[in-house]
């Protein structure tokens, strides 16, 4: 998993918890003083590790979480891709655009990324269907993200966001609208 997905789970953790939380999640998931960066590529089972123990710890589930992470990423990962962003794009387009930018991108950056699938289409203005598939399991994050870009936009009021499926398949669909 790309280093910038663990730092934002770490930013996370620490904005909405606290320093020590983040401390003994690590040291919970096997992980103790370890640190992350941008441009290593780190075990998947590490933020599965992570994410595990901060829903033991929270009480939410593995689902959740990557929700709320997906929700919170978002900014960042746009101020950092910012360049492949058209200025014109709303939440629907940059939907639509993802797999042949961001995703795109990301995959040159490194042989080991390996964002999902989304096959996306426009099925009309103001309707997006995603199909996800990825072995990682976390359409969760897919939705987050979503709701993450709606907020981005300022059209949180005006997206919903309806997973068609279970949200933790391996192959998730994803049904998004603008009123
Ligand atoms: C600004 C746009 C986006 C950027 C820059 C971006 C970037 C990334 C990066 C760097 C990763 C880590 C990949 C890896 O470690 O191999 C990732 C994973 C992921 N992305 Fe995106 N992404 C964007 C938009 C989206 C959107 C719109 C969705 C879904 C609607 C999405 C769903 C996911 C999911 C679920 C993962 C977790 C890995 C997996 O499930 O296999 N991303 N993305």
Redesign the pocket.
């Known amino acids: 998993?790309?280093g910038?997905?663990l730092i934002l789970l770490k930013r996370y953790i620490q904005t909405q918890y606290d320093h020590s939380t983040w401390v003994n999640l690590l040291e919970l998931a096997g992980l103790s003083g370890a640190t992350f960066d941008h441009k290593t590529?780190y075990p998947d089972e590490n933020l599965y590790a992570l994410v595990d123990q901060a829903a033991a710890a929270t009480g939410a589930t593995a689902g959740e979480l990557h929700e709320r992470l997906?929700e919170y990423l978002?900014p960042d990962?746009?101020y950092?891709?910012q360049k492949l962003?058209d200025p014109t794009w709303r939440t629907l387009d940059?939907?639509e655009h993802?797999e042949h930018t961001?995703?795109r991108q990301?995959r040159r950056e490194h042989a080991?990324?390996?964002?999902?699938v989304?096959a996306v289409k426009r099925l009309s203005p103001n309707e997006v269907q995603?199909d996800?598939v990825?072995a990682?399991r976390?359409?969760g994050?897919?939705v987050g993200?979503?709701r993450g870009?709606a907020a981005y936009y300022d059209e949180a009021d005006r997206i919903a966001v309806t997973p068609t499926t279970s949200a933790d398949g391996q192959r998730v669909s994803?049904y998004v609208q603008r009123n």
């Open positions: 998993m790309h910038t997905i590529v997906g978002v990962i746009m950092m891709y962003v940059m939907l993802t961001m995703h990301v080991e990324n390996a964002p999902p989304l995603i996800y990825s990682r976390m359409g994050l897919a993200i979503v870009l994803i």
